[in-house]
């Protein structure tokens, strides 16, 4: 009788205790939310869609096919959330200017196919529609809308040239110009600017300038270069760029005001070089070509001379192509700029000297000479 009485006693006080103890565990949450909370949007929940081509957005001529650029998805942490299929959307809901397939991006200046004879898939040609303008296009997923891309018609483009850039006058080194070019259509007539889209430009020679999306140009590195313009798959000469090259070399010892300077045999002696051009910027990182006039006893490098018997020799630096200076055949001359051999280190009034003795040398600024002992 007490052993029943002690099981029923059991069953009334422990069972609820675990069935509640169970049931609580069960309650608990493992969702993180934005805000560090308990309630609101979800982390790897998507609130951001980028859309690209962002900046430069789309140019197409009429009846002509594109696409836009890769959709991104991310969550409020900025963290990548993998999205199987975005839904695009064009402005133009006549679906004659701008058509998007929904499915894919792929854009039409005109208007898709669509219900077409014959079983053609829809969305496979584009039937132009001669309208120009600009729209917009957005890609959503999850219940985010991405940025606008702005999708350019114009007419077919029959050339480009390049404004915004003097084809008479230089640009000094880290200097920055903007580019800009016009487009003409296939009859010569100037597109208006404002549904061609923006251009994409290139240097043929590298080095030279340095172009941003923006077309902003930078010069670097003295010479010339012919300049491209891209856009709606048409690209086309432009115009030149040139970045000024030096009017003046003068060739220092580091360290030393001094008239003189000792440089004993199999020791290498620094030498630097001061390059300005015409605007007296001082111009670096130049691939400079140093000569000797007695290379076999006096060998000149990059920067530096190291004898290797006693005499004597002068050294000029001289910005030589293709080195330094570059230009093409048909720009060589202009804008001041340097023919090869024309341009070498100045030389000054007196004279340095180096031997291979205590005596060595005197530098000139443009020249340095050494005698024997």
Request: net charge positive.
């Amino acid at each position: 009788m007490r052993r029943f009485v002690l099981l029923a006693f059991l069953v009334m006080f422990f069972i609820p205790v675990s069935v509640s103890i169970t049931g609580c565990s069960r309650n608990k949450s493992s969702a993180v939310y934005c805000n560090g909370g308990d309630s609101g949007i979800l982390t790897g929940q998507i609130t951001t869609i980028n859309l690209e081509p962002r900046l430069t957005g789309v140019s197409l001529s009429s009846g002509q096919m594109g696409s836009v650029g890769t959709a991104s998805a991310t969550d409020c942490k900025g963290n990548s959330v993998s999205v199987s299929n975005f839904t695009y959307a064009s402005s133009d809901t006549t679906h004659t200017l701008v058509d998007v397939n929904p499915s894919t991006g792929r854009l039409c200046a005109g208007s898709w196919n669509r219900n077409s004879a014959g079983g053609i898939a829809d969305y496979t040609y584009c039937n132009s529609t001669t309208l120009t303008g600009t729209a917009t296009v957005t890609a959503s997923a999850g219940g985010a809308t991405s940025n606008t891309v702005t999708v350019y018609v114009h007419p077919i483009i029959g050339s480009v040239a390049l404004t915004g850039v003097s084809q008479t006058d230089c640009v000094s080194q880290g200097k920055a110009i903007t580019l800009a070019a016009d487009a003409k259509d296939t009859s010569g007539n100037t597109i208006d600017p404002k549904i061609v889209g923006k251009f994409t430009f290139a240097a043929q020679t590298s080095g030279i300038v340095t172009i941003d999306e923006n077309g902003v140009a930078t010069a670097a590195q003295p010479g010339s270069t012919l300049i491209t313009a891209s856009i709606s798959n048409a690209t086309s000469t432009a115009g030149y760029f040139s970045t000024c090259p030096p009017t003046s070399i003068a060739l220092n010892i580091p360290g030393s005001s001094s008239t003189s300077v000792n440089v004993n045999p199999n020791t290498t002696q620094p030498i630097t070089a001061t390059v300005l051009d015409k605007n007296n910027t001082t111009l670096t990182n130049l691939t400079l070509t140093y000569v000797s006039t007695t290379p076999r006893t006096i060998p000149a490098a990059t920067g530096s001379v190291t004898p290797t018997f006693p005499g004597a020799a002068a050294i000029t630096a001289f910005c030589l192509p293709p080195t330094c200076n570059p230009s093409p055949t048909d720009r060589v001359g202009p804008w001041q700029l340097v023919l090869p051999g024309q341009l070498t280190a100045q030389p000054c009034t007196s004279r340095r000297r180096i031997t291979s003795s205590s005596r060595i040398p005197r530098l000139l600024a443009g020249t340095l000479s050494t005698t024997p002992v």
